[in-house]
């Protein structure tokens, strides 16, 4: 498993008291379980439902270049270039 900076130990100990967490095969509650070598962990990820995708703007746009693989844009200070969790619009995504 890569690292994923989001993710924290209290939110494993969750997961794993949860029972999403298996270790060769049989799931475990408890997050003080020792691991040995060879131990098979699996995690079994709660889905996530997807952001809803704000609406398309009208905005005047600044385009320096276009072609059918790259746009550049002037784009003014300011303004988002993707929706954040607390801005979802006004943005150029």
């Given at each position: 498993m890569s690292y994923i900076p989001t993710l924290?130990?209290?939110?494993?100990?969750?997961w794993i008291e949860e029972g999403r967490v298996t270790v060769n095969g049989a799931a475990t509650r408890r997050p003080a379980d020792r691991l040995t070598i060879g131990d098979v962990v699996e995690l079994a990820f709660p889905e996530t439902p997807p952001l809803?995708?704000?609406p398309a703007q009208e905005m005047p746009?600044?385009?320096?270049?276009?072609?059918?693989?790259?746009?550049a844009l002037n784009?003014?200070?300011g303004l988002l270039v993707?929706?954040?969790p607390k801005e979802?619009?006004?943005t150029l995504w």
């Open positions: 924290s130990r209290t939110r494993v100990q969750a809803p995708t704000p746009l600044d385009v320096l270049y276009e072609d059918a693989h790259l746009l784009k003014p200070p993707h929706p954040t979802r619009a006004d």
